[in-house]
């Protein structure tokens, strides 16, 4: 019987997880692990926490059942958790809130963050606004071409944004540039991480501010669909929003688990953004845990339509999921995830994320395969309004 | 005893502070890289660090970061800079070199197989920068089997309870981060470097290196003052940096510079 109880002391998944940092971050991390430990059980915390996802975000969000879609794909009803309808349009928001009080709680006066699509810069520039804390957000310079509306937003919450132009300048970039403001900045500054990679205890601490994803699903279900799903499908690119919804379902063995992964061109080509699938273990930046990375161990550039999910690594938890078999990953492809995105928005009216129509790409293929009288649940992630500069561009069409 | 434990008892006995500089293996281009370390050499130098590059350094400020960039451009790998050891070897048995890089490329080849190689060829030493003493029991056993020294980094965050975990651990010498930043930066206070070393001390008999920050004769002097060795990086990689385009001028630049800092830590006699 595999021991669900993760991560040990250390932070470790299985053989994946830990602190592979340098000195320096070693007694910040501690003292981040301590204070995480005393305030996850503190009333005065929790109950502050409690009230930010109720009144500033607008949990709980609604689990929706989405018959156009359920009646085109021909199969198992569709349901979308509406992760997009939180304030800023994502689930990043549930982290940042979380980790923002942390830094609060823990006298920080300057949070600093990383982002791939924007999503999580922006959560974090909107909370370090309303906390009244400076606010430094890394982005890969070819991400702030991709994602312009998310820089603009940015700047609009008071937050500076510093592009990063080392390396493949997207998201594993902005990661390196935000660890290296950290250790030049410990004293002062919080490292507010976007998904559950990172040294420990970031993968356990994301983990736990997103699971209130899953919980809500938990809560619903029954009410709604009348039991709980079989089937629960989201994106993995770090794979917060994953793990958010799967965590609480983990030790229900009835409920399949899907992980979505970028298949960028496909994974038979080197252009895609699927370490899972086709990648193997490794150490990046801080964790050990699958990625994608040449015969020399040098990490490798991905490719992905989305720059959310344009990564290559992953969190240390969804390696050791797909080790023990508990959770299938599976890949979609540029291609399948524009498909996908069209035919929501048309038949829906909910204009999805890039990055969670690849979830909703493979809902597709799934809902015939389960079958009617079943039903999955899809973590509508993200809204896509930040994509559609980027989609009109790669079908020819000009908006100004 | 190994070259390691040879040369500082040395030093020791001399009353001579260490001199280690650092470059980047494959920079500006991977034939350039043995001329380059016995340049050092030449320059006063007594132990070498030599960088493995890596595609993302992490704790590395943009000049050392170029110069992984330059490397890997040229496709330096691993066994490539192992290959550079074993020929740096046939005419210098003596001074010890320090492999100094990140986990990923050493765990890609898997460590049993590194250690074997980098022993083969005459490595001393191996400084994994991301490689914390809590993650190090999968890794040390291989390398100390294989008679290669695990040097650890010691930060000014390091509380007591560290320095002695990291102290139990380490062997040839230990490289105490002399401020919070990434390789490169500009503030040096030899104060405070002074009272952490004196902590330090008292938890262990290793030598004490000291890098970060090491830019010319002066701050060599500084550092020299209070540590058993330091450890210059960042200002030489940017002379390389400067030269890249004629590379022909290097060794003579670099063995300049070196001599500076070796005069001024020799004053300190």
């Known amino acids: 019987m595999t021991n669900l109880n993760v991560p040990d002391i250390r932070g470790h998944f299985g053989k994946y997880g830990g602190q592979f940092v340098s000195e320096t971050l070693m007694a910040p991390l501690r003292a981040l692990i301590d204070a995480y430990e005393r305030l996850k059980g503190d009333p005065a915390f929790l109950a502050e926490l409690d009230q930010d996802l109720k009144h500033y975000v607008g949990r709980p969000s609604p689990l929706y059942h989405a018959e156009r879609l359920t009646r085109a794909w021909g199969g198992a009803q569709v349901w979308l958790k509406r992760e997009d309808l939180n304030h800023t349009g994502a689930h990043k928001i549930n982290n940042t809130i979380g980790q923002a009080l942390l830094a609060k709680y823990l006298g920080k006066t300057r949070i600093i963050a990383e982002t791939g699509a924007g999503q999580h810069g922006v959560a974090s520039a909107t909370i370090a606004a309303r906390l009244g804390l400076k606010c430094v957000v890394y982005m890969g310079a070819e991400d702030v071409q991709r994602q312009s509306p998310n820089v603009y937003r940015m700047k609009l919450l008071g937050a500076e944004v510093r592009p990063v132009h080392s390396g493949t300048k997207t998201l594993k970039d902005a990661m390196n540039e935000a660890l290296r403001d950290w250790v030049t900045n410990v004293d002062d500054t919080f490292y507010v991480i976007g998904t559950v990679a990172g040294p420990h205890p970031y993968p356990m601490l994301v983990r736990d501010f997103q699971s209130i994803i899953g919980r809500e699903v938990l809560q619903q279900a029954p009410a709604q669909i009348g039991r709980q799903p079989d089937a629960l499908i989201a994106c993995v690119g770090g794979g917060s929003n994953a793990i958010g919804l799967f965590h609480p379902y983990i030790d229900l063995p009835d409920v399949a688990m899907y992980g979505v992964e970028a298949g960028g061109r496909g994974l038979e080509t080197p252009e895609h953004a699927a370490p899972l699938s086709a990648g193997r273990p490794g150490v990046l930046h801080g964790n050990r845990t699958y990625i994608m990375a040449d015969e020399n161990g040098q990490i490798l550039p991905t490719h992905s339509i989305s720059a959310g999910l344009d990564y290559p690594g992953v969190g240390p938890e969804h390696a050791w999921l797909k080790d023990i078999g508990r959770v299938h990953y599976v890949a979609a492809t540029d291609d399948e995830a524009l498909a996908a995105f069209h035919e929501v928005t048309r038949l829906e009216g909910i204009i999805p994320a890039l990055e969670t129509a690849h979830a909703l790409a493979y809902a597709k293929k799934l809902a015939p395969q389960l079958g009617a009288g079943k039903s999955m649940v899809i973590n509508l992630s993200g809204r896509g309004d930040k994509d559609i500069f980027t989609i009109a561009r790669l079908e020819g069409i000009s908006l100004t | ?269």
């Not at chain 2, 010319?216 to 385009?245: C, Q, T």
């Not at chain 2, 001028?249 to 020799?266: N, Q, T």
């Open chain 2, 1 to 269: 005893m190994t070259r390691l434990a040879t040369t500082f008892a040395r030093l020791k006995t001399a009353g001579r502070k260490a001199l280690i500089p650092y470059i980047t293996a494959g920079d500006p281009h991977p034939r350039e890289t043995v001329a380059l370390m016995h340049a050092l050499v030449r320059g006063g130098a007594d132990v070498l660090e030599l960088g493995v590059p890596f595609s993302d350094p992490m704790a590395d400020g943009p000049v050392i970061q170029l110069a992984c960039e330059r490397a890997l451009a040229h496709g330096t790998g691993l066994w490539q800079v192992i290959d550079m050891v074993a020929e740096f070897r046939k005419t210098d048995a003596t001074t010890p070199v320090v492999l100094m890089g990140y986990l990923n490329p050493i765990e890609w080849r898997g460590v049993e197989a590194f250690a074997q190689k980098a022993q083969a060829a005459g490595v001393d030493g191996v400084l994994i920068v991301d490689l914390a003493v809590e993650e190090a029991p999968g890794y040390l056993p291989a390398l100390r089997a294989h008679g290669l020294d695990c040097i650890f980094l010691l930060a000014p965050t390091s509380p007591t309870e560290r320095i002695e975990a990291v102290a139990r651990e380490a062997s040839g010498y230990l490289y105490y981060v002399s401020l919070k930043g990434v390789t490169g930066a500009a503030t040096l206070d030899v104060d405070s470097v002074a009272s952490k070393l004196g902590e330090i001390r008292a938890h262990t008999q290793l030598p004490l290196a000291v890098g970060f920050g090491i830019r010319d004769a002066a701050s060599a002097a500084a550092v020299g003052r209070v540590a058993d060795g330091v450890v210059v990086g960042s200002a030489l990689v940017a002379e390389i940096e400067r030269h890249a385009a004629a590379p022909e001028k290097l060794p003579e630049l670099l063995r300049a510079k070196l001599a500076e800092m070796r005069g001024a830590l020799d004053q300190l006699r």
